[in-house]
């Protein structure tokens, strides 16, 4: 499966931005999505994972309350809905899928997109 990442950009302290992560190549109804970011010197850690039903998602502590992760499987797409957005979560942000259970591990993903910048201004 090809993963493509997009939505990002700059956005004020207590904005909001929603990332789409648009998937081709084998049904992607059946893969596991997960959202990651990584910040300049930082590793790459772990945001938000949706199972391939919609049915289960999990969260970062530091996102939980202001993302919600979703995805439309007849539009092969997965969302990352961010509000209150705070500096802190300025990164590249990536979608990853696997064909098995969801997990929150970045190890466990098979493909990965491209990555979609978002900067959060003070």
């Known amino acids: 499966v090809q993963l493509q990442a997009s939505g990002g950009g700059l956005v004020q302290a207590g904005g909001s931005l929603r990332l789409s992560c648009a998937a081709s190549?084998?049904?992607?109804?059946?893969?596991?999505m997960g959202w990651f970011r990584q910040a300049p010197g930082k590793e790459r850690e772990f945001v938000a994972a949706i199972s391939w039903s919609g049915g289960s998602t999990y969260y970062a502590d530091s996102v939980k309350g202001r993302f919600t992760v979703s995805r439309d499987n007849a539009k092969n797409t997965v969302y990352l809905q961010m509000n209150s957005l705070k500096p802190e979560d300025t990164a590249v942000y990536y979608c990853?899928?696997?064909?098995?259970?969801?997990?929150?591990?970045?190890?466990?993903?098979?493909?990965w997109g491209q990555g979609t910048l978002v900067t959060v201004s003070s």
């Open positions: 990853a899928a696997r064909l098995a259970r969801v997990v929150v591990t970045a190890t466990a993903y098979d493909y």
């Open positions: 190549g084998r049904a992607f109804g059946g893969y596991a």
